[in-house]
């Protein structure tokens, strides 16, 4: 770890101190703040944002907001610490979209400032003259359509009587809410006191130190938060709602509307279990709390990892439990992304990947080895699609992918050979090793940006050493760098699946659908005959299919999803009310986007279908869900 003292000008990256493990969730000597130190290498330059950081850099964000239900905005005023080589004139910002109403330093002195040309993705560059001040303050207000946050009618939540407001940062969207530099690999320690209506309750990804908030002036009550710890900008994040609490364990729990918590809650049982296993693997949690929030369906991701709470869907309450991989997974970046955070997006497989191969060994360690060999071949099954889609050698199936500029790539790429690259390190190099390794790169990098070739030369110099053989057999810099898939790969369990593997065989050479096999089977067995069924097949089979294991009435969404994907592709018209009522009923952008694709790919049948339900659905959905199905969708009247 390399925390430094702000005496220390931590955009030189050669004042580092030495590693210096486990005060790091505590603030520094007599309240002066931890700061991270920014990477100057050129793979470490992130093209996504306008900051400069190594002449003038933010170290704290402190936010004082107001939201704003009626003109969805939030504003007041965001103040930052800066640190500056000395002589530096001025700081750049990442803004999008932002109404600024004045800029002053520390003493309410004007400071003059300009906004750059808007780009459509990154937004603007807004440049504050510092004359000299090392503290700024911005007024200013988020615009209605800021793309991180979303505000959800009374009608779009389980309660139907309050709104609702979350925001999603990652990648690149928390500058359309937060005048700061919008860059992973430039963290900050941040703080907020946010004002909402009464009786609304606000939550955010950091120490909660108001629970039930307290009177604000003009109105409404206030709710303030802290990270003490620098944190990448991306994982500041914010919801408000009629929002309940429920313990889990000690140091765990949920929130969710009142009408949602009792599913989340029971669905969430095994939580505390969770952070303990992760601990065990790889060392200690360091963020004090693990809580989590599941949001109302129209939140756009499966899950997202913001530190202290954890965002989820509501479409993982499967009521069985079967879909707590998603957790495993959040819960895992508490170490892989925002312990240790890739430094720009295209090593974003630094985040994903190695925090997928953490998932499947906390599952592991939770549900056993047959669960996640199960798992960990259904993740196999995913990177060969990826690379039967973009081409077996195509650039894109690169982990370090320079052309992947926010998002990394395919998920079949970043998270699925991620993961296997780890699982063959693992397999290589025997897991005791491994093991200890991976948790020691976690202290020597905790609160740190990490490049894909700093995860490189820490193996070597911790791990390899000298060991020429270990060395070749690893097969790293291909692993990496080039695309395909290396020849040392471990292949999956070939006995994981075998009964149904064995029922695929009877269905394809012409048998009755294995309803009595369905009735006892796992999610993740279920998932796996679907996805192994031919792709196209004709209407009297897929009737039959339907008829035997209830697909159309399927209430698991990954069940419902995988079907979904196989009928609509055959156009077997009956599945079409069932994918009416899943496409308006959430908006996962993982689900919606692949459904409305297979619409358009069904031209004269699907694409009418695709736009009448878009039509209805589009008001519903994310910025981010929007963004994927708009482009799908052009031209259809979407
Ligand atoms: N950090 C991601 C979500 C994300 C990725 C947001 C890229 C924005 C850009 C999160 O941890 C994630 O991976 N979620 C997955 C679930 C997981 C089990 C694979 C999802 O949302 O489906
Ligand atoms: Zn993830």
Not at 83 to 95: C, F, M, N, T, Y
Not at 361 to 377: D, F, K, N, S, V
């Amino acid at each position: 770890m390399r925390l430094l003292p702000l005496a220390c000008l931590a955009f030189v990256a050669a004042c580092s101190p030495a590693a210096d493990q486990g005060a790091a969730n505590q603030q520094g000597e007599k309240g002066a703040r931890l700061v991270a130190s920014v990477l100057d290498s050129p793979d470490a330059r992130d093209t996504q944002s306008y900051a400069r950081p190594l002449e003038a850099r933010v170290t704290h964000v402190a936010l004082d907001l107001r939201a704003d239900f009626d003109a969805k905005r939030i504003g007041g005023t965001a103040t930052l610490d800066v640190e500056a080589k000395p002589g530096a004139k001025a700081i750049v910002l990442d803004s999008k979209g932002l109404e600024l109403a004045e800029v002053t330093d520390g003493n309410g002195r004007r400071l003059s400032y300009s906004l750059g040309k808007a780009d459509p993705e990154r937004g603007a560059p807004l440049t504050i003259d510092l004359q000299g001040a090392r503290r700024i303050r911005i007024a200013y207000k988020s615009a209605p359509e800021a793309e991180a946050l979303q505000w959800l009618t009374p009608e779009q939540t389980a309660g139907r009587k309050h709104p609702f407001l979350f925001s999603q940062g990652q990648a690149i969207l928390n500058r359309t809410w937060i005048p700061t530099q919008d860059s992973p690999g430039i963290r900050q320690t941040w703080e907020a006191r946010i004002v909402v209506p009464e009786p609304l309750k606000a939550v955010m990804s950091g120490e909660r130190l108001t629970p039930e908030g307290e009177p604000a002036e003009g109105g409404g009550r206030a709710f303030r938060f802290a990270m003490n710890v620098p944190v990448a900008p991306y994982l500041i994040a914010l919801a408000a709602g009629d929002i309940a609490f429920q313990p889990l364990g000690p140091r765990t729990g949920v929130y969710a509307e009142p009408a949602t918590i009792e599913a989340a809650a029971a669905e969430l049982v095994d939580t505390e279990k969770m952070v303990a296993a992760g601990e065990r693997l790889y060392g200690p949690y360091r963020w004090g709390r693990y809580d989590m929030i599941v949001l109302p369906p129209a939140f756009p991701y499966g899950g997202m990892e913001n530190p202290t709470l954890t965002f989820l869907t509501p479409t993982f309450l499967a009521g069985d439990r079967s879909l707590v991989g998603l957790v495993a997974h959040e819960l895992a970046h508490s170490w892989s992304g925002n312990l240790v955070t890739n430094a720009v997006w295209p090593d974003s497989w630094l985040n994903e990947g190695v925090t997928s191969y953490f998932e499947n060994r906390i599952m592991e360690a939770l549900y056993g080895p047959g669960r996640a060999a199960q798992e960990a071949a259904l993740s196999f099954a995913d990177m060969e699609s990826a690379f039967a889609e973009l081409g077996a050698d195509a650039p894109g199936t690169r982990l370090h992918n320079p052309d992947e500029t926010t998002e990394g790539g395919s998920s079949g790429i970043v998270y699925d050979k991620g993961a296997l690259f780890l699982r063959t390190m693992e397999r290589t190099i025997g897991r005791e090793r491994f093991d200890a390794w991976l948790r020691s790169y976690f202290d020597r990098h905790a609160f740190q940006p990490m490049t894909s070739a700093l995860f490189l030369a820490d193996l070597r110099s911790n791990l390899i050493k000298s060991d020429k053989a270990l060395e070749k057999k690893l097969m790293l810099d291909e692993w990496v760098y080039k695309p395909g898939l290396p020849a040392n790969a471990v292949r999956p369990d070939p006995k994981a699946f075998a009964p149904v593997d064995a029922a695929l065989a009877a269905f394809k050479a012409g048998g009755a659908p294995p309803a009595q096999l369905w009735a006892r089977w796992t999610t993740a067995e279920r998932l796996r005959f679907l996805n192994g069924l031919p792709r196209k097949l004709p209407q009297p089979r897929l009737a039959e299919l339907d008829r035997a294991l209830g697909l159309n009435g399927s209430r698991n969404a990954e069940t419902l999803f995988a079907w979904l994907q196989l009928a609509l592709a055959n156009r077997y018209e009956p599945a079409v009310p069932a994918a009416d009522r899943f496409l308006t009923a959430m908006g996962r952008r993982k689900f919606v986007a692949p459904l409305f694709e297979t619409l358009a790919e069904q031209g004269g049948w699907g694409r009418p279908i695709a736009a009448r339900i878009y039509e209805r659905a589009r008001p519903t959905y994310h910025s981010v869900t929007t963004g994927t199905v708009d482009k799908t969708l052009k031209g259809s009247g979407g």
